[in-house]
């Protein structure tokens, strides 16, 4: 599958239609409200949506990070949008505050619009989220729930009402997040960002290693650097561990504020070469593989934009397991 | 040469189907198609990722560029070449041999050029040489690349020829080609394009049909009361009136789109998806197509010429004013026809084409019309908005499916009419669709030949288009006028009218 092209082909304006709020509702009143906001709407021709999209947040702020991305998508990616925001205190009365917001947008000239609704959940509900998303899927797609501030428990009952979990790595970084990671990949697909923006590296190096030059190499890496922030780091580190079948003790991970790997190998006749993928301070990513007194090539890449949705439509296209990112993450913990 | 270790890392990647490493060659550099089309191609594939880090571009053509000039050119496919950093780095690495075809010296030349990048760049002696260039020189240019020892690859490697059309101008002319290729190449290295299968939709037509359980069974002559394949241009010939020509609307739109949609329309499920597939499944739907006599010819076929009118809000002039035409030219800018493709599953089935230039607006459609009910319950003052079903594959702009069928309308009375469910390929993905060339171009590097044209394809389609060239040279076959702007001539309609059917309005 192509990736999609990040520079062009941008989203259209994203444009709120109607909004309705109340306070202390039924989820009953909600979806009456919800029926009611479309009603006056010029009906556009098609309704196409792919998901329903559920952010878990704390914080206002973290679910409008996530809200915003979702916009920055904006008509590319139909979905319903569910947002649970919920306080740490679980012991209060249970309660409900609700908004809805009717969005419209366009995708390549078609209009496309969705709902975004947006429920505080206050006291014991809170242990109960899973309750609350059931009533707001459309029928037949797949549930992704999106956690923003913390990884979920493995036991929490709100998993058994997503089909994919969407995480971000690079908010964590502690072995202990990885183990807890490798748990949930393994009950049900977990969509890592993180890991969907390292694929400009992987495919960088990937490519390197590409042609009768340089190919004989991949089997004899002998020493790999890997530095980053912790959660990235350690991705990247685990994915080299599982592909090129690197002892730890091959590795050397350091703390960088960007991502950036180099490899060393020697093949058996004694011929060095190294591999390299670095982020410049810019958002250029150069690639430069040299085998010593042979030939030589490079690459460069512009990443996208750094906006809240980056990494989102490549995660987002795919909602399944991803083998892979399991195996990373199963060496990332031992890292 | 030792085998290759498989490259682990790539697992997982988006580019299963990336290049391996290569050198492009393109022939016709300093023209047209690779301004408009190849260079912005290559440069999509490059943001996208596609390409592989060992690569390079090599021009050849006879104007008198440096390979900094050519580089230039290539940097002007992206307007800020600050914000493409990865193509001003790409074509960094293009080459570009200046020489006449003719000119022996112009191969020697490039054999060196190609040499140097495999040491230089690791491109491992794979080649793709791309024929973008004026189809009079194809032979030559081939003849040139055996002569210098170009066409057979190395050991491990591969060397391809990418063809564009026009292939040949009837069937003579295209065997003559082919056998002239085929002394120097064999079938497998040759990909003769046709850009409309590189097309998204032009697949989708596959995806819909094979993937689907609910539109096989009724995608037959038990149901479909007909077929309607649309191409129109809202345009004119433009500057090409000189090659516009020597072509004519059947040489340059039916004999290779319009046979390309309506084989893959038409054809029976294969039993793999691959290159042999289903191309073995388009030439055996071809030849069942029912080759015309000249009477048949003039029953079947109109031909017209657009005169003066209006199209999409702007005068249009008649072709015969346009630049480089002749005031008595005779060529068609556009066909209709009615073909029978002799088969269980279509036998009885017409299939109705039309392409043509100035009609009111640009549009690729067919349209499967499906039979009407045998017995409609209500009484017929009510059902007067029913229209039969349709199932409506849109091709371009707005790529799509259309179902249209027949509804209740609100209120007392059991009033039905038609309305129409549609579904938008561009609202309900995330990814951008690849452009033709973007695509055919990958697939020739990664040496896919699934959607370029075999040499038997070819030839069926010549087979078909042939009696119809043959019966337009009598100096009185009709060729009758349109006005810019409309679907085309009266005649086009009455092809359908005196069988009770109508044209669809797309
Ligand atoms: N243009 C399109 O939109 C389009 C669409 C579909 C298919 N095609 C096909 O693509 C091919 C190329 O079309 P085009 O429109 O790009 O043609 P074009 O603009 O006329 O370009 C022809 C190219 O071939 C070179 N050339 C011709 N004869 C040569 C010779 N004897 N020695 C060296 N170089 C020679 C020309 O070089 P100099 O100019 O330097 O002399 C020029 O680079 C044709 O087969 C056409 O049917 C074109």
């Known amino acids: 599958m192509a990736q999609p092209v990040a520079a062009q082909g941008a989203t259209g304006a994203i444009s709120l239609l109607s909004v309705w709020s109340d306070e202390s509702v039924k989820v009953g009143e909600v979806l009456a409200a919800l029926d009611e906001l479309r009603r006056p709407e010029p009906m556009p021709p098609t309704r196409t949506s792919v998901l329903t999209l559920v952010i878990v947040a704390k914080q206002r702020a973290e679910a409008a990070r996530a809200q915003a991305a979702v916009h920055e998508l904006g008509g590319r990616h139909p979905a319903r949008v569910l947002t649970l925001l919920f306080d740490g205190d679980r012991g209060g009365a249970s309660g409900l505050d609700a908004e ?6 366009e995708a390549e000239g078609h209009q496309v619009w969705f709902e975004e609704i947006e429920l505080q959940v206050r006291g014991q509900a809170s242990m109960h989220l899973d309750s609350l998303i059931e009533p707001f899927t459309l029928p037949d797609l797949p549930v992704v729930c999106w956690f923003v501030t913390e990884l979920p428990d493995p036991e929490d009952p709100l998993l058994a009402a997503a089909d994919v979990l969407v995480v971000d790595a690079r908010q964590f970084g502690e072995a202990a997040c990885f183990a807890t990671l490798l748990t949930l990949a393994r009950r049900q697909p977990v969509v890592d960002l993180s890991w969907a923006r390292l694929m400009p590296w992987r495919s960088l190096l990937a490519g390197l290693f590409e042609g009768p030059d340089f190919r004989p190499f991949v089997t004899c890496v002998v020493r790999s650097e890997v530095w980053g922030r912790t959660g990235p780091c350690r991705l990247l580190g685990g994915w080299l561990a599982d592909r090129l079948d690197l002892p730890l003790s091959a590795f050397e991970l350091s703390a960088a504020p960007h991502v950036g790997l180099r490899l060393h190998a020697r093949s058996p006749s004694g011929q060095a070469a190294t591999f390299e993928v670095i982020r410049g301070d810019g958002r250029l990513v150069s690639a430069r593989a040299a085998i010593a007194g042979g030939p030589e090539s490079e690459a460069v890449l512009q990443l996208p934009e750094a906006t809240p949705a980056w990494g989102l439509p490549e995660a987002l296209s795919r909602l399944e397991h991803d083998r892979l990112y399991e195996r990373a993450l199963r060496r990332a913990v031992e890292l | 040469m030792t085998e290759l270790p498989p490259n682990p890392l790539l697992e997982g990647l988006e580019g299963e189907r990336r290049a391996p490493p290569c050198t492009l060659v393109v022939f016709g550099a300093s023209g047209d198609l690779t301004a408009r ?14 390409l592989p880090t060992a690569f390079s571009v090599v021009g050849v053509a006879r104007t008198e560029w440096t390979d900094e000039d050519f580089q230039a050119v290539a940097g002007e496919v992206v307007k800020d070449a600050a914000a493409q950093p990865q193509w001003t780095s790409l074509i960094k690495g293009f080459r570009y041999v200046a ?24 491109t491992g002696g794979n080649r793709v040489f791309y024929l973008a260039t004026v189809p009079g020189v194809f032979a030559p240019v081939a003849e040139a690349l055996g002569a210098h020892g170009m066409a057979r690859p190395g050991p491990g490697a591969f060397v391809r020829v990418v063809i564009e059309k026009p292939f040949g101008r009837d069937l003579p002319s295209a065997v003559a080609l082919d056998d002239c290729l085929h002394q120097v190449f064999n079938e497998n290295q040759l990909y003769r394009i046709d850009h409309y299968l590189g097309k998204e939709t032009v697949q989708n037509v596959l995806a819909l049909r094979f993937a689907n359980a609910i539109f096989e ?3 037959n002559r038990r149901y479909v009361d007909h077929v309607q394949i649309t191409v129109a241009e809202a345009g004119g010939v433009g500057h090409r009136g000189g090659f516009y020509e020597t072509a004519g609307a059947l040489r340059d739109i039916v004999q290779n789109h319009v046979m390309q949609v309506l084989s893959l329309t038409a054809m029976e499920p294969p039993v793999t998806i691959d ?13 069942a197509v029912k080759i015309f006599s000249p009477e048949e010819v003039s029953h079947n076929v109109v031909r017209g010429q657009y005169e003066r009118g209006w199209v999409e809000g702007e005068e249009a002039r008649a072709y015969r004013e346009e630049e480089g035409i002749g005031p008595d030219s005779r060529t068609e800018t556009f066909v209709a026809a ?6 269980w599953r279509w036998a009885g089935v017409p299939f109705y084409l039309r392409t043509g230039k100035r009609l009111p607006k640009r549009v690729t459609e067919v349209a ?30 707005d790529e799509g499916i259309t179902l249209r069928f027949g509804a209740k309308v609100p209120g007392q009375a059991f009033r039905v009419r038609t309305v129409s469910m549609d579904f938008s390929y561009g609202a309900a993905f995330v990814e951008e669709s690849p452009e033709a060339y973007e695509r055919l171009l990958l697939d020739a590097m990664a ?21 119809i060239l043959e019966a337009w040279t009598a100096d009185d076959a009709p060729l009758v006028p349109y006005r810019s702007g409309s679907w085309g001539p009266p005649a086009a309609e009455r092809l359908l009218e005196r069988e009770g059917r109508a044209w669809r309005n797309p």
């Not at chain 2, 009615?338 to 088969?343: E, F, Q, S, W």
């Not at chain 2, 017929?380 to 594959?393: E, F, I, K, T």
């Open chain 2, 447 to 467: 040496g896919d030949p699934t959607l370029f044209i075999r040499t038997d394809e070819v030839e069926q389609a010549w087979r078909i288009c042939d009696p």
């Open chain 2, 99 to 122: 020489g006449e075809y003719g000119d022996p010296s112009t191969f020697e030349r490039l054999r060196t050029v190609l040499d140097d990048l495999d040491r230089q760049r690791g």
């Open chain 2, 338 to 343: 009615r073909l029978c493709i002799d088969n």
């Open chain 2, 275 to 287: 290159a042999k597939g289903i191309r073995d499944e388009k030439v055996k739907v071809l030849r």
């Open chain 1, 100 to 105: 809805l917001r009717l969005l419209g947008g």
């Open chain 2, 37 to 50: 089309k190849l260079l912005p191609a290559l440069e999509r594939l490059a943001r996208r990722r596609l």
């Open chain 2, 217 to 219: 069974p009724i995608w």
């Open chain 2, 368 to 397: 499967m019309q499906f039979r009407s009910v045998p017995h409609l319950p209500f009484p017929p003052g009510l059902a007067r908005g029913l229209g039969p079903n349709a199932l409506v594959l849109r091709i371009q702009p």
